[in-house]
Each structure stands twice: as C-alpha cells, then as structure tokens.
C-alpha cells in the first residue's frame, strides 16, 4: 500500500502555457513532461506545430526512439534522406534511434503533432560533438543532433551539451 501512496504522490502535471517555445530547428517544439519539469526518468514528451511549408530541421537522436502522432494536418517525414512518409491528422510513426529525419508541413493548414522520446541519454552531458555523416542527405538544411551546429573544418559538426570550447569539443569527441 505504501508504494501506491508514493506512486499516486509522484504524479505531476506540466501546462503548455508555461512551455519555453523553442525555434532553433524550425517550427514551434515544446518539451512539456520532461526531468527537468516533472522529474520523469525515462523520456520526454513535448509538442511541434508548423505552419505550411514549414520544417524541422534533420537530425537524429543517438539515444532515443521518437514516437510522433499527428493531431491536427498532415506531416512529411524525410527518414535518412531519402525515404519520405505523408502522416495525416490521427496517424503515427516511429522514427528509430540513430535514424536521420527532417519533418515538414506540406498542407496549407497549420500541423498540430505530440511527440515523445525515450529512454533518456545516459546523463545530460552525454550530449557530444560528432562529424555529420557526408553524403545527398547533408545538401539543405544541416544535420543537427539535437542542438546547435558548427562548421569545423570543412565538416559539420554537431554539439550538444558540451559548449563550444575547443577543449570541451575534443574532451565530448573522445567520448564517442
């Protein structure tokens, strides 16, 4: 019985309202359930609306599975560059770790989706520099791996979680 009390005691609610909004990868993506406003231990939940012919960005999640359901329009999903899937309103996808993936509002509505990663990165500063893979898939929009992006050296180089010192790029660099 007492783990029913802790159980029910640890059950949280997150507003959308109080979301951050964020527009770094295109579109509009609030995390709403995730450890930091809820302390959830396994993944995060957030939303995604794009206007028409608005996009996210392509990148990938070294960690996580993403589950994304479409609520309102209809989205296309690049996977690894190439493959496109159309996901209408009531529908959808999984895209699976590691999997690159760009999504975009092809309608004349605005696209309403809920998405959800899991399980976590191993700890927050698991976030590392990786070179881009090369290749058609890099053409447009950058590769991004859930942060910020960076040329270096001819190469795009993805960083995540470790700041841009030359220092810190090779220390997370090692890590992987």
């Not at 899991?118 to 890099?138: I, M, N, V, Y």
Request: proline content about 9%.
């Amino acid at each position: 019985m007492a783990d029913d009390v802790q159980t029910a005691a640890a059950a949280r609610t997150f507003a959308r309202a109080d979301a951050a909004v964020n527009r770094r990868r295109g579109g509009e993506i609030r995390v709403l359930l995730s450890p930091k406003t809820v302390q959830c231990t396994s993944g995060f939940m957030g939303d995604l609306t794009l206007r028409p012919d608005e996009f996210v960005a392509e990148h990938y999640h070294p960690y996580s599975e993403e589950f994304l359901y479409v609520v309102r329009g209809a989205l296309r999903v690049r996977v690894d560059g190439d493959r496109e899937l159309t996901v209408p309103a009531g529908e959808g996808v999984l895209i699976p770790k590691n999997v690159r993936h760009r999504v975009t509002n092809p309608g004349t509505d605005e696209a309403f989706a809920v998405f959800h990663l899991s399980p976590l990165a191993p700890r927050p500063s698991s976030g590392t520099s990786t070179p881009s893979p090369a290749g058609p898939a890099e053409s447009g929009p950058e590769v991004r791996r859930h942060g910020m992006t960076r040329p270096s050296g001819g190469r795009r180089v993805v960083v995540t979680g470790a700041g841009w010192s030359p220092r810190a790029r090779a220390r997370t660099a090692r890590t992987w």
